[in-house]
């Protein structure tokens, strides 16, 4: 079956741009997660949506950051005014409702470059 | 008190050798610890998981070892092959949060 799915799948910005990246997750799944992989680092967590709870925004490093979820499938997430640092991998990933431990499933990711 | 300590942050082992990745926790209520495989380009997969009741868990050459009171787990990949260079990442997740905490990676390059 068809996996995570993210776009684009490279961007690259001027800075001080807003970009979106989008993420279909895997159909069913009702957890969604957004990590964010600098070079040669681990993964960040940004944000968790889970069905219809009020999702975790604990991970996201500005107000600049906002993420969505959109009828409880397909997730945005737009930085605003994009600085350098900005730039990453930007991994996308849902899992299951069949436990607390199911495992995440991950997309390839959307590498952002800010200019 | 969230965070994974992973080491050594870059791994070169002969084909056929053992692969050894070390991680450390400080959050006693964690009670998953998975790790996950990466290949360029592509998004991270799990590879194993292990849950604290248990101090070993063996999938094919493929093992966690869990110290639940010194707070470390580790990977060994036994007889390890060129195809297994990729970058490891351990996790954590428990205590009421629901995301998982990834260590910082280390990159395995097994040479033929």
């Known amino acids: 079956g068809a996996g995570v799915s993210q776009s684009p799948s490279n961007k690259v910005t001027e800075k001080g741009k807003d970009v979106e990246l989008r993420c279909d997750p895997i159909s069913g799944h009702t957890a969604l997660y957004w990590y964010r992989q600098s070079l040669g680092q681990g993964l960040e967590f940004l944000i968790y949506?889970?069905?219809?709870?009020?999702?975790?925004k604990s991970g996201l490093p500005s107000d600049r950051f906002s993420a969505e979820r959109t009828g409880g499938s397909v997730s945005t997430l737009t930085i605003q005014r994009t600085q350098q640092e900005d730039s990453a991998v930007y991994l996308c990933?849902?899992?299951?409702?069949?436990?607390?431990?199911?495992?995440?499933?991950f997309g390839n990711g959307t590498r952002l470059t800010v200019t | 008190q969230q965070q994974v300590k992973q080491s050594p942050q870059s791994l070169i082992v002969q084909k056929g050798g053992i692969s050894i990745i070390n991680c450390a926790y400080e959050?006693?209520?964690?009670?998953?610890f998975p790790w996950y495989q990466q290949f360029p380009g592509k998004g991270p997969a799990l590879l194993i998981a292990?849950?604290?009741?248990?101090s070993e868990k063996k999938e094919g050459r493929f093992t966690i070892s869990f110290n639940k009171s010194a707070k470390q787990f580790s990977l060994h990949i036994m007889d390890s092959q060129p195809g297994d260079s990729a970058t490891y990442f351990c996790a954590a997740r428990g205590g009421g949060y629901n995301k998982l905490i990834f260590g910082a990676g280390t990159r395995l390059a097994v040479h033929p």
């Open positions: 990933a849902s899992s299951p409702p069949t436990g607390k431990n199911s495992p995440l499933h």
């Open positions: 959050n006693t209520a964690f009670d998953y």
């Open positions: 949506f889970q069905g219809n709870s009020a999702p975790d």
């Open positions: 292990i849950r604290p009741d248990v």
